[in-house]
Every structure is written in structure tokens, then in C-alpha cells.
């Protein structure tokens, strides 16, 4: 399959105008049409709904689109692999961490890197769910996640080891009523406003809360960062993990809930029998560096 095509595709797909994508890929528009042309010809499949007005992907084009981008990936990767090669970089390593795990990384990462100068390492940060299925998809060695979507895995695939247990803390600006007291109890939040990461419908968030706490109103943000800014501001509360430091956030404080709330475990994970070596060997060193009380359950 031509990979120029492939690209001509998924720019089409992603901007839905045959001028913008020809722009995107320094074409022109009549070779982009070609392109497109072509492909669904080897494909013997229509990937776009087409007129003079609009263009619409069919639902062999929206499948298709996830599969190429799957296909590109890997081929840059490959390509990736191959020069690192060619200039001496022949030991890899590279390491996905969800939304949280990066402070449970950062203490070990520093050590292992110094013990280790010639290792290329590459760390990359996605959602729980994109982490664990580009993990799936071999595009990360080792992983460090939450709990949230592993028991969809096939565990005889994978070593999974534990590394972090303990209640997770309430997160308020120091500001907050709620600042005064020593650990907060499910009535205090009645009439406080929850800013959460939790993708869902306000009954579908209300319910998976319900049995720790209640609560006056919802706002939903898309990453930890923002949540962090509107609780700074004075927004509402959040729940964040222990080992959260509030670094630039000057103005939010933890607070211990008055009730044990362990919403997420986290895990650090990679493949059985890889044939990297150096996957099993961090693997094993972080958690032998975790075990010993740097962060890890006790």
C-alpha cells in the first residue's frame, strides 16, 4: 500500500476539505483527489461521501482511518528504530505513564538513566485508556498506570506489579471553608463543587460518588492541569493521589478525608518474555525501588 496515499488519507479525514488537506500535504488539490482515488480502488471500498459542498467520511473511512494511523505509526516507529541504529543508538527503551504516574517515575528515572548513559529513553504521556492500548499495540515498553481499565487486559500476556496503595487526599484552594478543618467528612462536600477528569454524564459521575460522597454541582475538565487551575482559582475540589506534589499550584492544599477513599491502585506493567532485555531490567529495578519505600504500597 502506497504510504503517501495512506498520509493523503488521514489528512482528508481529519479536515474533511480536499483544499486544506492538498495545503497540508503540499499538494495539489487535483492530486490529492487522485490519491484518494486510488486508494479506494485498491481498497475496493468508498472511504469519503463526496459532492461539491461536503465531504463525509462512510464508516469503512472512519474504520480505516483508525487502522491507518495505526499502519503510520508503526512504520515511524520502524523507521525510528532503524536510524537509532545506523547512529549507535541500539539499546531502547520507551515508557508510558498515564495521568498521575510521572511523580511516581521522576524519583527512579534519574538514578537509572545515570546508571545507564548509553540507553535511549523515551517517556510519553497519554490517558489510561490511549496508554494501555498503545501498550497493547507494542508502541510502549513499560507502563506505568492506574487501575482503571486493566481488567480488560489479557494477563498471561503481561508481569504487572503494584506500586502504589494508599487513600487518595482531597485537593482544595486554601481559601475554601473546607480549609479549616482537619479531615473532611461526606456532609461538608453537599454544597461544594466537584471538578473532575471522570468522562461521563452528571448521573453517571453522581453515581460512581455516591457511595463516598454527594455533592452541589459538576465541572468536568479534560486534564490534570486544568483541574488543578480551577481548584487553585477557588472553582470547586478535586481527589488526586498522595503522592501529588502541588508544585505551582500555590494556592491548593490536601486535605485527609474522614473516610478510607481508594478510588485507583497503581501498577507498573510490560511484557512477558520480552526480547529487549532492558525492559525486564527496569522493570525490575523500579519495582524493587518502589518495594523499599519510595512510594510504592506498603
Known sequence: MNLENMKCFISLAECLNFTKAADKEHITQTSMSRKISSLEEELNVRLFYRDNHSVVLTDAGREFYIQAQRLLEAYNASIETVQN???????????????????????FLGTYVSDHPDLRITCLQYSYRELLKRFEQNLLDVIITSDQ??????KEYFNAAMIYEHDWRLA???ESPLASLERISSSDLENEVLITMYDGSISQISDHYKPFFRFRDI???????????????????????????????????KKSFAFPYLPRKFYAL????????????????????TAEGNGAAS
Open 85 to 107: 541504529i545506523h547512529q549507535g543508538f541500539t539499546r531502547s527503551l520507551k515508557i508510558g505513564v498515564g495521568i498521575y504516574e510521572s511523580e511516581l517515575l521522576s524519583p
Open 149 to 154: 481499565f486493566l481488567a480488560g487486559i489479557q
Open 172 to 174: 482544595i484552594c486554601r
Open 219 to 253: 465541572i468536568h475538565v479534560n486534564s490534570y492541569d486544568t483541574k488543578m487551575m480551577m481548584v487553585n482559582a477557588g472553582l470547586g475540589f478535586g481527589m488526586i493521589p498522595d503522592f501529588i506534589r502541588l508544585g505551582k499550584y500555590d494556592h491548593v492544599i
Open 270 to 289: 510490560c511484557r512477558k518474555n520480552d526480547p529487549n532485555f532492558y525492559v525486564n531490567e527496569f522493570f525490575g529495578e523500579y519495582v524493587e525501588f
